[in-house]
């Protein structure tokens, strides 16, 4: 004869020798009278907490010319012009020294690598088809979402050896106020997907 379950119903406590837990209390385990006896309360202390002063304010006297001379406001345009030469870095200096030649070397040098033309960039020009490259070179870090310039500038400062070639690009087409070569051309793809949606 088959075994038949027992109804539950019935039963409204716990099976014999078994206790109940109980979230009433903030103690649920059992502890010894002696160790209740010995626990001891919290007490609360007081933090002193510093005043705070509002900043003294110190009065600063701006001495103004009203002749402002057409020789200093010259000399102030070449001291930033000093400024700016001053801030390109040695591999900025080098790039701009690359030819037009060198770069076509280099990318001569990427395609020997490859086992069939690249078919679907002929129409681009040597330059495009370098930025593109670095775009896709996932040794340099992400593209979305940064500049070229910034993501080289990146690359650099870990230590990863970017190519020179790529900031030369960048920097000739700088020159030339071109702003699209800026940005990685997976971000003009998501980004025209994102807008016509």
């Known amino acids: 004869m088959p075994t038949t379950r027992r109804s539950i119903r019935g039963r409204t406590g716990p099976a014999k020798g078994q206790s109940t837990i109980s979230f009433a209390n903030k103690v649920t385990k059992s502890v010894p009278k002696d160790v209740k006896n010995n626990l001891v309360t919290p007490t609360t202390t007081k933090i002193e907490v510093p005043e705070r002063r509002k900043p003294v304010e110190e009065q600063v006297e ?4 009203d002749k402002v001379d057409d020789q200093e406001e010259g000399d ?6 000093k400024e700016e030469v001053l801030v390109k870095t040695e591999a900025e200096l080098k790039a701009e020294k690359l030819t037009d030649l060198q770069i076509d070397k280099y990318w001569k040098g990427i395609e020997k690598e490859r086992k069939a033309p690249r078919v679907h960039q002929e129409e681009l020009s040597v330059n495009d088809k370098v930025l593109r490259y670095f775009d896709v070179c996932s040794q340099y870090g992400p593209c979305i979402g940064i500049d070229r310039m910034k993501r080289w500038q990146r690359a ?9 070639e790529v900031l030369s690009v960048l920097l000739k087409e700088e ?23």
Do not use: C, W, Y
């Open 76 to 81: 102030q345009e070449e001291a930033e012009h």
């Open 175 to 197: 020159k030339k106020f071109n702003k699209e070569a800026e940005t990685a051309q997976m971000d003009h793809i998501l980004n025209s997907i994102a807008v016509g949606s």
């Open 62 to 65: 701006e001495v103004v010319d």
């Open 156 to 164: 650099e400062r870990l230590g990863l050896r970017p190519p020179i």
